[in-house]
């Protein structure tokens, strides 16, 4: 399913207030389908709370929220992620005790059509599902750099290749936009560099939003940025101009924290 306006995400006038305190004050946002877009600013700015509305994790208080020809806004957080609506979260679950394959598998039961009595008996119904499940996991193993690691401990995992795992159980489900909150936090430089190739693989026909503090990254990712302060919308324009405007540029120098552009 998908909006029949080119755009992945449309959201028009986002309000959202916690008792008192507006986080929201009238968004609108598009996101082109196919593209990467970062949402970025400084501490307090209302990225995740924006992110949360447009994944369907929490409601707005007032406002339309359209993602992939859904209403989000009225449609419960599981049904979203039925639907095509991938996210990582920082600590996505990941079963440690685990495999990588095990963990794979998991993340495909819901898809599956066989019962538990199909699988003990090995009907071809149970067949089927582990047949389209051993073709699907070597393609997401393959494209996330995990074959060779494919029955080793999650656990034992660097926390860089944890995350790309996080990615891998996300993509078994085929989702056709992506939600990404600070992928690259806590990597180093290596980890960072390998994931932000990795998100260049999966995304393609997919659309990927990200909100990160890590401007480099979201430098060499984005087609496209919106900068919010406040609750508001500042600017949105490719990354290299967003982040050199004189009204983001003032924005950071005014935020209380080190995340200067
Ligand atoms: N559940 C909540 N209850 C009350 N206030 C909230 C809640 N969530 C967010 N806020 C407030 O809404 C405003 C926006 O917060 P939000 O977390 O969306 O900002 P952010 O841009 O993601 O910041 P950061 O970069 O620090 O993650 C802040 O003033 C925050 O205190
Ligand atoms: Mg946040």
Known sequence: MSSSS???????????????????????IRIPQG???????PNGAGKSTLFDILCGITKPTSGTVNVMG?????????????RGVGRTFQRTAIFGHSTVYENLLYASYG????????????????????????????????????????????S?????????????IMLMNDPKIIFLDEPVAGMNEVETADFIQLLRAISGRRTIVIVEHDMAAI????????????????????????????????????????ELV
Not at 6 to 28: F, I, N, R
Not at 156 to 168: D, E, H, K
Not at 225 to 249: C, I, N, S, W, Y
């Open 6 to 28: 080119g755009y992945a995400v449309e959201a028009v006038d986002v309000k959202k207030t916690y008792g008192g305190v507006s986080a929201l004050k009238g968004v609108d």
């Open 35 to 41: 593209s990467i877009y970062g949402l970025i600013g």
């Open 70 to 82: 859904m209403d989000v806004a009225a449609l419960p957080a599981y049904e979203v992620a039925r």
């Open 111 to 154: 898809r599956m059509r066989h019962s538990a009595v199909h699988r003990l008996l090995r009907l071809p119904v149970w067949r089927e599902d582990m047949n389209t499940f051993a073709d699907k996991a070597r393609d997401v193993l393959a494209v996330c750099g995990l074959t060779e690691l494919r029955d080793q401990l999650a």
């Open 156 to 168: 034992a995992l660097a926390y860089g290749i944890q995350r790309r795992l996080a990615v891998a």
């Open 219 to 258: 430098g060499a990712l984005c087609d496209e940025v919106m900068v919010m302060v406040d609750g508001r919308q500042l600017v949105t324009d490719a990354p290299e101009r967003a982040l050199k405007h004189p009204d983001v540029v003032a924005a950071y120098l005014g935020a209380s924290d080190d």
